[in-house]
């Protein structure tokens, strides 16, 4: 496609339940990031992939928080046991190789409420 | 691990007037930064982006910003605002794989 796209554009769900958010990358980005908007936080990074490369955890919040990506395209991230902290808009984002210098091209997000 | 500043979170201003938003960064490696827009409704979109060469960058719709290593500065500026600018404005800083964004600012114009 066109541009980054996700889904759910939204998901609500129930404390304790899991949740998994897809992401659809653009054709030919090997890089692929997920990032979280949340009003009190503001934007924060969880997770990177390049490649086939073991992917940069580092930002995930919890080990709740998991992430794959299949094929070296299509991203899911899934949080287990969902707690109404959670609730944020998921962003994800793909550049063309991952250099610093690469734009990074956001999708719409997943808007999660966790009730 | 790399940080970003923004102040003057909420910024009302009247059409034709100009606009200055601030950026300070803290990061030790090589610096490059961004200005993203989020427009009611829509998603992140690159403004500018500054990595290397002339330290007074020009991006989309009228915006420029200009880079100042001295003052770990990357202030945005547009000379005269439209009604259609009203959006939050994110600065980001590049290092370890990831952007650390500022906290935004909303700028809304008043037509």
């Known amino acids: 496609g066109a541009g980054v796209s996700q889904s759910p554009s939204n998901k609500v769900t129930e404390k304790g339940k899991d949740v998994e958010l897809r992401c659809d990358p653009i054709?030919?980005?090997?890089?692929l990031y997920w990032y979280r908007q949340s009003l009190g936080q503001g934007l924060e990074f969880l997770i990177y992939?390049?490649?086939?490369?073991?992917?940069?955890k580092s930002g995930l919040p919890s080990d709740r928080f998991s992430a794959e990506r299949t094929g070296g395209s299509v991203s899911t991230l899934t949080i287990q046991r969902t707690q109404q902290e959670d609730s944020a808009v998921y962003l994800c984002?793909?550049?063309?190789?991952?250099?610093?210098?690469?734009?990074?091209?956001f999708g719409p997000g997943t808007r999660l409420t966790v009730l | 691990a790399q940080s970003v500043s923004q102040h003057n979170h909420h910024v009302i201003l009247s059409e034709a007037a100009s606009l200055e938003l601030g950026c300070n960064y803290s990061y030790g490696g090589t610096v490059n930064l961004f200005w993203y827009v989020q427009y009611p409704g829509q998603h992140l979109q690159l403004l500018l982006k500054y990595f290397s060469g002339d330290p007074l960058v020009k991006g989309i719709k009228g915006f420029e910003a200009e880079f100042i290593k001295s003052k770990f500065s990357f202030n945005l500026r547009k000379p005269s605002v439209q009604w259609s600018d009203t959006a939050e404005y994110f600065c980001?800083?590049?290092?370890?794989?990831?952007?650390?964004f500022g906290k935004g600012n909303q700028v809304v114009v008043i037509p």
């Open positions: 992939f390049q490649g086939n490369s073991a992917p940069d």
């Open positions: 980001a800083v590049e290092g370890n794989n990831r952007l650390a």
């Open positions: 984002a793909s550049s063309l190789s991952g250099s610093g210098i690469d734009t990074q091209y």
């Open positions: 054709s030919g980005h090997t890089a």
